[in-house]
């Protein structure tokens, strides 16, 4: 496992596409939670009776313990960011022919896949500390009381992580059968985007529940959107929460079959 | 002598390609085997199978008299196909992954292979803005690394300057002499007729012969003649019962013996005794090449 972690180290730690990218993610994830907390702190500061009845409606989802939970939507929001580097990660591996090579020094083809999941668990980490910090700065921020239930919902923290894990698995398993950095990436990048998006709305529309079982958004709804989206539909909030862990389960079993699919393939094919 | 590498009745098939047809060889310890065959003969997929990156139809393969596994390949030095590294490392990172996946080697040894292919001073440089030459040498130093008692190297001259093969033919032999085992595959004859101890030749897919070098080279006596008067010469030459053979263009007739069976001081003597003087007289080995293009028939 060390010797494992420390030759991934090898390959990522001069590879400055990687450090641009986990960059751009280090300011997407603080960042795009400001864009909506100012949007809040506009709409519940302006002067008369309105702010406050929003006030009061929405309450402050930046403020402990909700931040965990409204932090973890937000930032999920750009979990392609960091796919853009598993996906670089393991195509590099094809275009330089060192997916043999890695073999022909002495790994076994199962230590390889290994070695990449290591890629995906260490990235997976680093985006999950991130969003603590940010939920943590944010939640600190918007403290109102001394007295508050600062833990209360940070087992979203353990959802985010398992979101993000299940999401970057399934861009290593399109950069692992695609092996072309550019067709794999425009493959994830449209079907995350776009395609299960319109897919999802129009079956949610047509009231069809399959739109709950598309492989992102099995993961998807393991963090609902934050109560106050819910503001005039409590029961749907419930019913999304209560499904949470079924989709749990989907997710562990969709994620353990991508990798289990990626060590069966791997150990059958030539390695061409 | 142990075994070093036996292969078994080996099968590859690329859809409707067969690739290897039935091969089967042993590698003893301490030779310089050389896998021949002109392009296509199934050379790089033969050392693709032993090395795992390609997995055989049929058949099967040993390393040190035991089923091929991961721990076997970290003690062997490769070089297979191309030169196979991340092109934004230096040759020292890369050969540090080369290092963390293997086991072979430490800090100082990374060194010491970069100094022995002459990449020393570009250590630090990105393996992108290598030459052809510098990655090959790249990929042979990474084969060297940690010294290991087995190597594998196909077309090992492959974009080297005539200095660069020699100085890889000096480093093969160099290698034979403290003991290495190095299996190497070239369509290079003249190469591996220098270094090599025993040969495998493929054509199609199949064996068409393998042992030691001197064996697969055994062949007739060929006698090469000249004088004065090349018919009166081939006359005379036509009573001792031998096939002869007259190449006007050269100015040369050809005697074949069979082997071990010339004696030159006969000859000249022979041939003095019918009246014909000799001006040429000369025992010819037959180079790899010409026994390369017999078994193969090209």
Not at chain 1, 99 to 124: A, C, E, P, Y
Not at chain 1, 161 to 170: I, K, M, P
Not at chain 2, 60 to 88: D, H, V
Not at chain 2, 266 to 292: D, M, P, S, Y
Request: proline residues 4%.
């Amino acid at each position: 496992m060390k010797t494992l972690i420390y030759t991934e180290w090898l390959k990522m730690r001069k590879y400055n596409p990687f450090w641009w990218i986990m960059g751009i993610t280090a300011l997407s994830y603080p960042g795009i939670n400001y864009i909506f907390y100012a949007g809040f702190q506009d709409i519940t500061s302006q002067p008369g009776q309105a702010s406050t009845y929003a006030k009061m409606a929405l309450g402050n989802p930046f403020a402990f313990p909700e931040v965990w939970h409204s932090v973890a939507f937000f930032s999920s929001l750009f979990v392609f960011i960091p796919a853009v580097v598993v996906i670089m990660f393991i195509s590099n591996e094809y275009s330089f022919k060192t997916h043999r090579q890695n073999i022909i020094d002495g790994w076994s083809r199962d230590r390889f896949i290994s070695s990449k999941l290591m890629d995906v668990v260490m990235i997976t980490l680093l985006i999950t500390i991130l969003y603590f910090l940010v939920a943590l700065v944010a939640g600190l921020i918007n403290q109102e009381r001394l007295i508050r239930d600062t833990w209360g919902q940070s087992y979203y923290t353990g959802l985010f992580a398992l979101q993000t894990f299940a999401q970057l698995s399934l861009a290593f398993l399109i950069g692992f059968l695609v092996r072309k950095a550019f067709l794999a990436l425009g493959i994830f990048l449209f079907y995350y985007i776009v395609l299960e998006n319109l897919l999802v709305g129009w079956l949610s529309w047509k009231k069809v529940s399959a739109a709950s079982y598309f492989p992102l958004e099995i993961s998807d709804r393991l963090i609902p959107k934050p109560g106050f989206w819910y503001i005039t539909n409590p029961s749907a909030y419930q019913k999304d929460l209560d499904a949470v862990p079924l989709h749990i389960l989907l997710t562990v079993l969709l994620t353990a079959f991508i990798w289990l699919f990626c060590y069966k393939l791997n150990r059958r094919r030539d390695l061409k | 002598m142990s075994i070093v590498l036996s292969v078994d009745n080996l099968y590859k098939s690329y859809s409707t390609v067969r690739a290897l047809n039935g091969v089967s060889f042993e590698v003893p310890e301490n030779s310089v085997f050389g896998i021949l065959g002109p392009n296509g003969s199934g050379k790089t997929t033969l050392l693709g199978i032993i090395m795992d990156v390609l997995r055989p139809n049929n058949g099967g393969f040993r390393w040190f008299g035991k089923p091929g596994s991961a721990e076997q390949r970290k003690k062997i030095g490769t070089l297979l196909e191309t030169p196979n590294f991340y092109s934004y490392l230096s040759a020292t990172d890369n050969l540090k992954i080369t290092q963390a996946i293997s086991g072979r080697g430490n800090k100082q040894d990374i060194d010491t292979v970069l100094r022995k292919v002459n990449l020393y001073d570009r250590r630090w440089a990105p393996f992108k803005s290598y030459s052809l030459g510098m990655k090959q040498r790249l990929a042979i130093a990474a084969a060297l690394l940690g010294n290991p008692k087995v190597l594998v190297l196909d077309e090992p001259t492959n974009g080297l300057d005539p200095v660069g093969i020699a100085e890889i033919r000096e480093l093969i032999r160099e290698l034979k002499d403290h003991g290495h085992t190095i299996i190497m595959a070239s369509h290079l004859l003249d190469e591996v007729e220098r270094v090599c101890t025993h040969a495998a030749i493929l054509k199609n897919g199949q064996l068409i012969t393998t042992g030691h070098v001197d064996e697969i080279m055994k062949d007739d006596d060929l006698v090469e003649m000249s004088a004065a008067n090349l018919q009166a010469l081939a006359a005379v030459l036509q009573k001792t019962g031998s096939k002869v053979l007259v190449d006007e263009k050269t100015n040369m007739v050809q005697v074949v013996f069979p082997q071990g069976t010339a004696k030159l001081d006969e000859l000249n003597r022979f041939c003095f005794e019918q009246g014909v003087v000799l001006t040429h007289l000369i025992l010819k080995k037959k180079k790899l090449e010409a026994r390369f293009f017999e078994l193969t028939n090209n």
